[in-house]
Antibody, heavy 119, light 107 residues
């Protein structure tokens, strides 16, 4: 059974940093692109970042480019999201998700982790 | 960025009715559209990929159609467990985007 378990969320002040983690199991992690998708309270879904199988290629929307960094450790079947210079508009539930490729759908999702940016 | 417009925002139906949800893209995206269901307080779940391709484990009452700019998610005979929010997502561009969602509610 595929499992994606996020951790590392919490309350953080504007301008500070936070790092999210996602532990994967039940599939060959190194064969999949991986992504982060977020959802602000009572709002829709927003793609945040994607990383290639080896970690050599990354993709971001303009809203987080330069502030967020996605990375992975295939030996540990783990995905990460380093979030710097956080803003109040980054407040959201962050989901870890698997992708078969960079321009594709999200087939498996974690349960999500809440990040609140507030003073 | 490719903008996806979903309509209606809310759809009120009686269980047993059949419904169609619309997703329109701001430019032609071939069949690079995918549909998700999100129940209250749950993670999204993939329902349909590439406009019409079925997903293992998803009930056959869910189907998708369309190409270019206009896409439809159809639910044949809505069941009580189907009342949730539905999102479309495009993968034509490497800048992936989602529609704003359609909430399917009980009339």
């Amino acid at each position: 059974e595929v499992q994606l378990v996020e951790s590392g969320g919490g309350l953080v002040q504007p301008g500070r940093s936070l790092k999210l983690s996602c532990a994967a199991s039940g599939f060959t992690f190194s064969n999949y692109y991986m992504a982060w998708v977020r959802q602000a309270p009572k709002k829709g879904l927003e793609w945040v970042a994607t990383i290639s199988t080896s970690g050599s290629r990354t993709y971001y929307p303009d809203s987080v480019k330069g502030r967020f960094t996605i990375s992975r450790d295939n030996a540990k079947s783990s995905l990460y999201l380093q979030m710097n210079s956080l803003k109040s508009e980054d407040t959201a539930t962050y989901y870890c998700a698997s992708q078969p490729g960079p321009r594709a759908f999200f087939d498996y999702w974690g349960q999500g982790v809440m990040v609140t940016v507030s003073s | 960025n490719i903008v996806l417009t979903q309509s209606p925002a809310t759809l009120s139906v009686t269980p047993g009715e059949s419904v169609s949800l619309s997703c329109r893209a701001s430019q032609s995206i071939s069949t690079s559209i995918h549909w998700y269901q999100q129940k209250s307080n749950e993670s999204p779940r993939l329902l349909i990929k590439y406009a019409s391709q079925s997903i293992s484990g998803i009930p056959s009452r869910f189907s998708g159609s369309g190409s270019g700019t206009d896409f439809t998610l159809s639910i044949n005979r809505v069941e009580s467990e189907d009342f949730s929010i539905y999102y479309c997502q495009q993968s034509y561009s490497s800048l992936l985007t989602f529609g704003s969602g359609t909430k399917l509610e009980i009339k």
